[in-house]
């Protein structure tokens, strides 16, 4: 099939030349021309909200991987800034860049920087974390909802604050690394966390922390900016082959887990996991229940579109499902502008199945109404 009709750039650009450029693009992929505004001489306008509409029916899109930060639980462990951009006191600039790209709500999660800090400090960290992300989903109510914090270092712990934080404060999922300090997520250690998870149905929103234990070696040093470009997916890659050969996913069969960035290497390359099985029989076990490429299909492994091209999308959903893949865009990192026209353009879909990707899905994992 000839794709070269329908793709988008795949350099991002900055949002208000997408948004104001696309007019032709959005009619062929049944958007609502955007809104412009009257009159001339307002190049500078600020723009208006992209409403996404597919065959007729306005969409609610959902990113399922957006970044902010809480500073008041920052500064009992010390940690930097890392952007200005994850600030919440002032969400205009967050806002506009979510009416431009056509993002109606965005999940809000905080990448694991307490993993390391000791049990009382944690369980402070993470009281003020979740009451303040909760107060940051209640003053927009309509464009915000969150991923609960948990100290995973302490599974009991993260297990209490999981439940807590869904029946007392209203989270629908919870966050956490792609490693714990120097531990795997399949750790039996972390069954009492994933047993909650489960039995309180939350999705678990899994981002990678960088591969930490390489760095020391200096191979991911350089150019490039190694350490995010590849150690990134490469922690995905390892925690998600970790939670299918260990067993994990086949002990909590409820569990469902968004992997960011399009679940790292592993849909890629999955085939190779099914055939070291056939491969080293004797080397090779104790096996999972089923060969590794089927848990990317049957409803535990979720997956975010940062895969940056339609035909990239294409394939991870030829691995995974339309099903399992919801709207992902990194915010405030700058990696993708153009995810909602990255579903669009990307061939091979059904309106369902991109309505579905576009918040469909996550509207349902997330109790969005
Ligand atoms: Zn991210």
């Not at 032709?24 to 208006?48: E, F, K, T, V, Y």
């Not at 290497?265 to 999972?288: H, M, T």
Request: with cysteine; hydrophobic share 40%; glycine share 10%.
């Amino acid at each position: 099939m000839s794709l070269t009709g329908n793709v988008v750039p795949s350099a991002p650009f900055p949002a208000p030349i997408a948004f104001c450029g696309c007019e032709m693009l959005n009619a062929a992929a049944g958007l609502s021309p955007p809104a412009q505004p009257h009159g001339h001489g307002q190049g500078h306008a600020h723009p208006r909200r992209r409403e996404v509409v597919v065959n007729g029916k306005r969409v609610k899109t959902i990113d399922v991987h957006a970044h902010c930060c809480v500073s008041k639980a920052m500064a009992l462990v010390k940690h930097p800034l890392e952007a200005p951009g994850l600030l919440m006191d002032d969400t205009s600039t967050r806002i506009a860049a979510m009416d431009a790209q056509g993002i109606d709500v965005e999940a809000l999660s905080i990448n694991p920087y307490w993993y390391r800090a000791e049990r009382d400090v944690a369980a402070e960290l993470i009281k003020v974390q979740n009451e303040t992300l909760v107060e940051f989903c209640a003053a927009n109510p309509e464009r915000f909802v969150a991923f609960a914090t948990a100290a995973l270092q302490h599974p009991e712990l993260a297990a209490e604050q999981v439940e807590h934080a869904v029946k007392k404060l209203g989270f629908r999922g919870v966050g956490v690394g792609g490693s714990v300090g120097d531990e795997e997520l399949a750790n039996p250690r972390f069954h009492p966390f994933w047993a909650k998870c489960e039995e309180l149905g939350v999705l678990v929103f899994m981002h990678p922390l960088g591969t930490r234990a390489l760095e020391p070696s200096g191979r991911l040093d350089g150019s490039g900016l190694l350490t995010n470009t590849i150690g990134n997916p490469l922690e995905t890659t390892i925690a998600l082959s970790h939670l299918i050969f260990e067993g994990t996913l086949d002990r909590f069969p409820g569990l469902k887990i968004c992997a960011a960035h399009g679940g790292g290497f592993l849909p890629s390359y999955a085939n190779r996991s099914d055939a070291v099985i056939r491969c080293f029989p004797n080397r090779v076990g104790p096996l999972p229940k089923k060969n590794p490429t089927a848990y990317l299909k049957d409803g535990q492994l979720f997956f975010d579109t940062i895969v940056f091209t339609p035909e990239a999308l294409r394939h991870l959903i030829a691995e995974t499902g339309p099903g399992q893949i919801m709207i992902g865009t990194d915010y405030p990192f700058p990696w993708t502008s153009t995810e909602v026209d990255l579903v669009l353009n990307t061939p091979g879909l059904n309106d369902d199945q991109r309505i579905a990707i576009l918040g469909g899905t996550a509207a349902k994992l997330l109790g969005i109404k």
